[in-house]
């Protein structure tokens, strides 16, 4: 009898002649999760992955894996030889085991036999299975076929493999598989979101984060490594180019409109972030942005906003509601960073009243005051970047 972790995936089989690219990045990506973990193998049979491991390390070994895109779901199974008697034992053995960690009432048992030599049909199997495990719970467990506590599945392959717990992950597509791009990320809820979205659809990621130092503080940038280092257990190593935008916001400052500020500032940042995606070979942009969330936000906003970019700019939020998107930042742990009260760099030359209604020529006129090219140009020479790399617990 062994101990594995049995790897499901969705979409992948989709993948026709590609799907062998698509498993491989998907082997790399778990391999690198398992690393700290001693005495463990990936193998594959059929269109299943399989983690062989220490069973003490399967509870942790899920909690890594879960976050590999690509997965689907994961469960803890034993794996027998393909015999009635060994089926009977270990599920009794699994179900005993599941039994004392939480008392349940009742149980179903499935089978999936994919195994045609194995003589006995998958309904025989179950009852058989099913009757075994009753009699030897001694009258603790009852049967219910519709809405049992618990399922056990019983799947007849060239070996048997028995699980009775599931545990769902999060779909999408193994990064690597999706080209790359560059998040503009702020200390905001919406950002690490939109990152984490575009990842799981198989896009590296790397960020730019605009402040506005010595305005903004040494503890505001600590908040953007706190969120990337939460993004990084889910996207992997990326490199976090930081951009000061101060002197480009007191330019804005003397020379525009008061409420032209953040549509100014928007617009630098996108320029800003298309030099650098374009240096390092990213192909899009990604942003936070929500349609109607705030001022510059609006329809017209974006428009004067994507029109200084020639690359396309990705908005995976943009018909979310709010609450969608918290529901997500908490269940990627950057909630709790993001709220906290660390000045953004917009927040430094906040207008009063900001247009919600820019109209492009007018904003192309006030630009002219402004030495656009040069004020881009020395941002990304003074930029620092730095490379997030897996050293943390
Ligand atoms: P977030 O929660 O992501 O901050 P938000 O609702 O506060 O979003 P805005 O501040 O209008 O929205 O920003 C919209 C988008 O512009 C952000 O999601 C982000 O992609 C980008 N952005 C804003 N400020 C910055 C910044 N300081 N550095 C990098 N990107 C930024
Ligand atoms: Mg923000």
Request: net charge neutral; glycine share 6%; proline share 4%.
């Amino acid at each position: 009898m062994e101990n594995v972790i049995i790897v499901r995936f969705g979409e992948i089989n989709l993948k026709g002649k590609n799907k062998r690219f698509f498993e491989g990045k998907l082997i790399k990506h778990i391999r690198f999760q398992l690393k700290e973990f001693i005495d463990t193998e990936i193998y594959q049979e059929y269109s299943r992955l399989y983690i062989r491991s220490r069973k003490e390390d399967q509870g942790k070994i899920i909690e890594k894996v879960r976050k590999v895109f690509g997965i689907v779901s994961l469960s803890t199974a034993v794996s027998i030889p393909s015999d009635i008697d060994a089926i009977r034992k270990a599920s009794f053995e699994l179900m005993k085991e599941r039994f004392d960690k939480e008392a349940f009432k009742t149980f179903r048992v499935t089978t999936k036999r994919a195994n045609k030599k194995f003589p006995i049909p998958s309904m025989e199997v179950s009852s058989d299975v099913g009757g075994f495990v009753l009699k030897s719970f001694n009258g603790e467990l009852s049967v219910d076929v519709h809405q049992p506590d618990v399922t056990l599945i019983v799947e007849i392959r060239q070996k048997t493999y028995i699980t009775c717990d599931h545990f769902p992950a999060y779909g999408g597509l193994p990064l690597e598989t999706n080209g790359s791009a560059l998040l503009l990320l702020s200390g905001g809820i919406d950002s690490p979101v939109a990152g984490w979205m575009m990842g799981k659809r198989g896009v590296k990621v790397h960020a730019v984060h605009f402040h506005s130092y010595p305005f903004t503080s040494e503890r505001a940038q600590e908040k953007i490594l706190d969120l990337a280092r939460e993004l990084q257990n889910y996207i992997g190593e990326f490199m976090i180019f930081n951009v000061n935008l101060l002197k480009i916001q007191k330019a804005i400052n003397e020379e525009c409109p008061d409420e032209e500020m953040t549509i100014h500032s928007r617009r630098f940042m996108t320029r800003i972030a298309e030099k650098i995606a374009k240096r390092y070979e990213l192909q899009a942009l990604i942003t936070g942005d929500n349609i109607g969330q705030v001022a510059s936000q609006t329809m017209e906003s974006l428009q004067v906003v994507s029109e200084v970019a020639s690359i396309p700019i990705f908005r995976p939020l943009i018909a979310y509601d709010k609450q969608d998107i918290i529901k997500v930042a908490k269940e990627i742990n950057t909630y709790e960073i993001s709220i906290q009260p660390f000045e953004d760099c917009c927040s430094v030359f906040l207008p009063k009243k900001p247009l919600t209604r820019p109209r492009l020529n007018n904003i192309v006129e006030s630009e002219q005051h402004l030495d656009v090219e040069g004020l881009v140009t020395e941002a990304i020479e003074d930029m620092e970047i730095m490379k997030l790399t897996f050293n943390q617990e």
